[in-house]
């Protein structure tokens, strides 16, 4: 792959392992976590792309924590909006090409089957609305080289995540209560990292158009659905998983009821999309419960 990557937020979960894709590759990458790169600095990106000339910038920092951004919307749009804006005015300066890792949550989470690429939006919670911004902040100012990647239900491990939090619960809990009310698909950070790097060297050869993809696994289950998938690959009882409603864990941001994404935009780029959740879940497994039982 031809010139360098510049890797937003690195020490978060699908940084590390974009990272360590780009590097088995022998991608020139720099990787500044978010004390080394504010991304709300016009002078620090600016500084950075001049310093480091990338051809590819994948904005990977984000505020994540969806609850609370309700009482901190502010600060999220910082990060999450007013960050994304202040990259995309650097790429256009400088040439390079930026990729925007978003989320589901710009959607309502009310469909009934796969959200097309180019779907309405409509956020229901602060995060959402701030993730939105970020990519309308960079579509807008990037038509040409500007990427929306939207991925959800990720899970790795280098970092906390659901998938984690269940291989521990299954060696502490007799049982498990778990939503069954929400469907998505769980993706994994390295599969998502190999799709960006595939996207990345479609976008610099000319064969991959700017705008926004789904970045998530095939298929789709349930919070509980995927519980008692960990628990077979456990060989555990799935059975000890029960199921139970969104209403028995509210809390401040509502979650999607429904998080499928299509993936048909990845043909005009040439490029497969990830593959059944199922088969990643199970090639992942090792090093998931080596990280979470070590």
């Excluded at 480091?52 to 994948?58: E, G, L, W, Y």
């Excluded at 949550?105 to 919670?125: H, L, Q």
């Excluded at 998505?184 to 991959?208: E, F, K, N, S």
Aim: charged share 20%.
């Amino acid at each position: 792959m031809s010139g360098s990557w510049l890797v937003t937020g690195a020490g978060g979960m699908l940084a590390k392992d974009l990272v360590a894709r780009l590097a088995g590759e022998g991608t020139p990458t720099v990787a500044p976590d978010r004390t080394a790169l504010d991304i709300t600095d016009p002078a620090a990106v600016t500084a950075a792309l001049a310093a480091h000339r990338p051809s590819v910038v994948v904005n990977c920092a984000a505020w994540t924590a969806v609850d609370d951004a309700e009482s901190e919307e502010d600060r999220a749009l910082a990060v999450n909006g007013t960050g994304p804006r202040v990259l995309a005015e650097a790429c256009r300066e400088s040439g390079a090409v930026l990729f925007q890792v978003s989320t589901d949550y710009v959607f309502a989470g009310d469909a009934t089957e796969p959200y097309p690429e180019d779907a309405p939006v409509a956020p229901r919670s602060a995060y959402g609305r701030t993730k939105l911004a970020g990519e309308r902040a960079v579509l807008d100012t990037l038509p040409e080289r500007g990427y929306v990647i939207r991925t959800a239900w990720l899970y790795g491990a280098g970092g906390a995540n659901f998938v984690r939090t269940m291989i521990k619960l299954e060696g502490v809990k007799d049982t498990l209560d778990v939503v069954d009310d929400q469907r998505g698909q769980p993706t994994w950070t390295v599969d998502l990292a190999d799709l960006l790097v595939r996207l990345g060297a479609g976008a610099l050869a000319g064969t991959a158009p700017a705008g926004v993809y789904h970045g998530t696994s095939g298929g789709a289950t349930t919070w509980f659905g995927l519980t008692r998938e960990i628990f077979r690959l456990l060989d555990a009882d799935p059975d000890r998983v029960r199921p139970t409603t969104s209403e028995a864990f509210v809390r401040p941001a509502p979650r999607p009821a429904y998080s499928v994404l299509g993936h048909d935009r990845w043909a005009a780029a040439g490029i497969e999309p990830v593959r059944d959740w199922r088969l990643a879940l199970g090639e992942a497994f090792p090093s998931l419960v080596a990280t979470e039982r070590s």
